[in-house]
């Protein structure tokens, strides 16, 4: 096979990509090599800021098919007709760790699905867990500096974990769900999927109804306990990298089912659990799953970087029919992520071919800004309203209102019925098995045993106590037996 020429980044043939060009045989190198010049300067560069949250992640596309009628509930139109297929784009990660981290730990994981929507992208940020630690955006930068590597010591210190969760009793649950067994997820393959947030669903009579999204996987739900995960991060720290690329190659397609719990709108103000508080779920047995379709993913992108580094989700990708709840935290996040791909990527990012739009088109009249590629036509008007062909508003409504009442303030997020910090975490402990309470209360203590103030420590276990007095009372013999050790 003939080889190609090798060029320069302006296209010039180079001829020597050995040696460097010099004065003379053992001389100074000159300032005339161009390719040495662009080669070194280009390396300098190949790096982008990493995503400040959820750094080290898997990407693969696929689609998502409907199987259910969901007409009732929404007038998104991929969801619009059984056996419609809409390609996505899914990135996986971890939370706390940086880029090189390890994939097997016990931390959270990320579960960013785009569909690309012959109505515009839509992209649902979730993660592997129903819930979150905490139900107020303006805590987010403090929990994530308490959870990341502390300034000084370079690394995750059980002193800032835990003191950030001893002043945050709302994340007993999602603590609880963490250090149970599904805290180290086997693989991405091996994990359930979850919007977390409330959403708003309209229907083609705007309707309004409030869901919750169930990504069920097909693969099982297989977790590592932590000697595993020890075991595993020493031989392949990229372990969950590997096992999606390989089992795509294979043709070993995962999959998950999509379900949903729908509330009626006008159910939520009374509902028991305050619809929109992001630590709690609501029981099946209140809000049943129904199911709406299947997500495949069956191709690995060409190339890392491009497609998996550069992927931009914004939770405020909504398409008509779908819209936010007023859950604060679900409200902060749709401003934090198109403001951290400004920063991470730019302002174009949009334009990235996985970022783009692949059904719909984009059309509008935002312009230029670094690195564009999208242009008008040369008959293309910058401004609107215009007298001539350039887009126009539909001025039909994406999806229902949502109702507000009251005055500005800073308030807390308001308690229903049977809404405390503790509740849900103590059904979620009574549902464990003896074994998995055994491994539960083992995991929290040898995180918990290493905080070095006692009224941190007490503070955690009053948490614990709160949620069930068995509970609290394991973890509190736990934490002192390792102490005296
Ligand atoms: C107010 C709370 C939150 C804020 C301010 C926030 C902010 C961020 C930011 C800035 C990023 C990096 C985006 C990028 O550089 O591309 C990110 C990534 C991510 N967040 Fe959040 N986050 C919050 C809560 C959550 C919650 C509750 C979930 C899940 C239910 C979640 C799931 C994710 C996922 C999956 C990613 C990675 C997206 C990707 O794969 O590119 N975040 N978050």
Redo the contacts with the bound molecule.
Sequence with gaps: MAKRVLTTESGAPVADNQNSATAGVGGPILLQDQHLLEKLARFNRERIPE????AR?SGAYGYFEVTDDVTGFTSADFLSEVGKRTETFL?F?TVADSLGGADAVRDPR???LKFYTNEGNYDL???NTPV?FIKD?IK?PDFIHSQKRDPFTGRQEPDNVWDFWAHAPEATHQITWLMGDRGIPASYRHMNG????TYQWTNAEGEAFFVKYHFKTNQGVRSLSAEQAAELVGKDANSHQTDLLQAIERGVNPSWTLHVQVMPAAEAADYRFNPFD?TKVWPHADYPLQRVGRLVLDRNPDNVFAEVEQ???SPNNFVPGIGPSPDK?LQ??LF??AD??RY?LGVNHTQLPVNAPKAAQADNYGRDGLHATRYGSRHDKNYEPNSYAGPAQTGSALGAPLAVHGWTGTYETAAHVKDDDFFQAGELYRLMSEDEKGRLVANIAGGLSQVTRDDVIEKNLAHFHAADADYGKRVEEAVRALRED
């Design positions: 995503r400040v949250v959820h992640g990135r990660s990320g579960f960013a940020v979730g993660n979150f955006p987010f979850y919007g977390s947030h992001l992927a931009a989700f935290m902060g996040r934090a992520y951290a791909h991470r």
